[in-house]
């Protein structure tokens, strides 16, 4: 904590040529690859370097043009044209000097890489985009199609009402086609996740794991006359939420990611802190193994998940900035279907599930979150209560930690019996429901056929009533099956110096720093 401290303090607190904007974030990346994760930490760490065809304007749901300066779509809904942005600079580094400028070869790299499991890039870091996986862009995507050098048209194999959107996600960033060429020629296509190159507002210049990322305003954005941006971004890496919290106090950095309830609270009193809030497009669960004997069982993921005080939980770790989930689709979302309600807090009916299921007495393990997030202010407290609780049924839990990275990891190997999880989700509700799709990385193993059936329909469909419909169904198959338990919706606070400027949170949480400044 000391050396982190020292490396803040190092950083320019004076008046000088250059401005930095200072954040405190809450974990190193564990990746620089925008397309092969879901976590959002490494997606906080990415967007300032990458771009994506699509984008929405800062603090709202509206489609505008990324990378594409333009589109077209069929009148059967099936194929996309896009115009690409001309003059957009590509970002260099002491490893790669571009000698074009972006195009089309950019498109088709990407959406190569995203969809060809056969590549070199995904024998060398294996396994699918989590995303790609949740939005069925594998069987989706058909074709992807170089008509100039700036023109691509991307064709489905059906309608998809959610496509637009998911290109404004960081997985779908454009990376260079000429960097990738470079790799492939060295033999070394894995250093992609090591070396980022995109079109953002800032390149990344420096990176000590655990301890600081730092970035440096990229010189020839494309937006640079639009936007105002601060000369150098720093990433000071503070898991602790109250550690971050004093350094926001203490004036050691503008921006800090969000903090805990008790944090919140003694920041509210101090008057150079402000927050940036949005509605809670999240959703902070337990996820049940299905692969296990225990939990593959219906009436023993119905029992555990009764035995739960839900209520007494949101009480105690998320205080006044959550409140009760009642489907995997966050209340915030047009597509939530707010006539369902949770199972009743019943211990005396969760025993005697579990003693019908033959598994009485029961030793599993729960996962708890090592960090603080919007979905899950406090993992460690959660899984303590959860462990009380199922404790009075009967059910011996054994609390799991580990570093955030390596828990993620573990739990998409399946390591875990029970785990503690969320998600961040966004406007558009297919990337949230598509969690509990057969292949997304939701920690549950679950597939089934009738609940992929229903968002597919979801997705085909154009009008909203009629995809609320099929999300409803969607949402009532995932909760009588309870491949998940939904614990809360957390309500996203990010705190601030009050002198910064022009730091908007987005619908889903996510953050930008172009265009903050800090004084």
Sequence with gaps: MRRLAALLLALPLVAS??????????????????????????????LPIFGTLVEIRRGTDQFIPGLAASWTISPDGLAYTFELRRGV?????????????????????????????????????????????SYGWE?????????????????????????????????????????????????TPQRIAQLPIGTGPFQLKSFRLDSVIRYAKHPDWWRKNEVPRADQLVFAITPDANVRSQRLKRNECDIAAPVGPIEQAELRKDPAI??????????????????????????????????????????????????????????????????????PHDPAKARALLQKAGVLPLSITLWAMPVVRTYNPNGQLMAQMIQADWAKVGVTARIVTYEWGEYLRRIDAGEHDAALSGWNGDPEPAGTAGQLACGAASGTFWCNPAYDKLLAEARQALQQDERKALYAQAQRLAMEQLPWTPIAYGRPAVPQRAAVKGFVLELDGSMYFDGALPR
């Excluded at 200072?22 to 879901?38: H, I, L, N, V």
């Design 139 to 187: 069987k989706l995507v058909q074709k992807v199609e170089k008509l100039g050098s700036h023109q691509v048209r991307i064709t489905l194999a059906e309608r998809d009402a959610s496509f637009l959107h998911a290109l404004t996600l960081a997985f779908a960033a454009i990376q260079s086609g000429e960097l990738g060429a470079q790799l492939l020629k060295a033999g």
């Design 89 to 133: 600079a590509w970002q260099s580094s002491d490893e790669f000097k571009p000698t074009r400028e972006f195009n089309a070869d950019d498109v088709l790299f990407t959406f190569g890489r995203l969809l060809n499991r056969d590549s070199a890039f995904a024998k060398a870091l294996p396994g699918v985009s989590p995303y790609v996986a």
């Design 274 to 343: 402000k927050f940036a809030t949005t509605p809670g497009m999240n959703v902070g669960i337990l996820a049940y193994n299905t692969r296990r004997p225990e939990t593959s069982k219906l009436e023993v993921r119905q029992a555990l998940d009764m035995a739960i005080d839900k209520a007494a939980v949101l009480r105690t770790v998320y205080g006044s900035a959550g409140t009760l989930a009642t489907s995997p689709i966050p209340a915030a979302s047009w597509a939530h279907d707010a006539t369902l309600k949770p199972a």
């Design 17 to 46: 040529a250059d401005t930095t904007l200072r954040f405190c974030a809450a974990g190193s990346p564990k990746t620089f690859d925008p397309s092969m994760t879901d976590s959002g930490i490494d997606h906080v760490a990415h």
